[in-house]
């Protein structure tokens, strides 16, 4: 009797064997899509990042440019009222 139930039992312990290793490589599967799509992510943002960066530079470029422009008015009004 032993001898019989040896063989369903280890074809139960397979099964179950073969169930778990079909949800790990689902998982896996899973895990690396995931991996990808914040990869994806990832490179959008850097790409966003680097554009507002160039962006922010060029604000402040204008910025000193603007405030020179005013230095220079104000200092031809103060002669104006010398």
């Known amino acids: 009797m032993a001898a019989a139930d040896s063989p369903r039992v280890s074809s139960d312990a397979?099964?179950?064997?073969?169930?778990r290793i079909l949800r790990a490589?689902?998982?896996?599967?899973?895990?690396?899509?995931?991996?990808?799509?914040a990869e994806a992510a990832a490179a959008e943002l850097r790409a966003e990042n680097k554009q507002l960066s160039q962006e922010l530079e060029s604000l402040r470029a204008d910025r000193g440019e603007v405030k020179a422009r005013i230095e220079?008015?104000?200092?031809?009004?103060d002669n104006l009222s010398e």
């Open 14 to 19: 397979l099964a179950s064997l073969e169930e």
């Open 25 to 37: 490589v689902q998982l896996v599967g899973q895990l690396r899509q995931e991996k990808e799509a």
């Open 72 to 77: 220079r008015l104000l200092s031809q009004l």
